[in-house]
């Protein structure tokens, strides 16, 4: 599958962004989607994952609360609504998908930078 991230962005701490992942080349209700970032200088972490069905979601504990994931399987997108915003939000935010019940992402979309500045 094909990923397309977008909808990244400079935003005031506090504010929201929403990021987007447009899938093609397979049936996107087979995969399970996750959101990852990677920051300046640190590693790539995960922030967000949604299983095939859209039926679970699990969230990192740093974004808990102020971060939704969802998608849409008639539409092939994945969404990553932000809220609340904070500075070390800051990173490129990645899409990624996984064949449901596998365990690793094979999948990689190009990245959308975030910058929470104010």
């Known amino acids: 599958v094909q990923l397309q991230a977008s909808g990244g962005g400079l935003v005031q701490p506090g504010g929201s962004l929403r990021l987007s992942c447009a899938a093609s080349?397979?049936?996107?209700?087979?995969?399970?989607m996750g959101w990852f970032r990677q920051a300046p200088g640190k590693e790539r972490e995960w922030v967000a994952s949604?299983?095939?069905?859209?039926?679970?979601?699990i969230y990192a504990d740093s974004v808990k609360g102020r971060f939704t994931i969802s998608r849409d399987n008639a539409k092939n997108l994945v969404y990553l609504q932000m809220n609340v915003l904070k500075p070390e939000d800051t990173a490129v935010y990645y899409c990624?998908?996984?064949?449901?019940?596998?365990?690793?992402?094979?999948?990689w979309g190009q990245g959308t930078q975030v910058t929470v500045s104010s």
């Open positions: 949604i299983y095939w069905s859209g039926a679970n979601t």
């Open positions: 080349g397979r049936t996107f209700s087979n995969y399970d």
């Open positions: 990624a998908a996984r064949l449901g019940g596998r365990s690793q992402y094979t999948s």
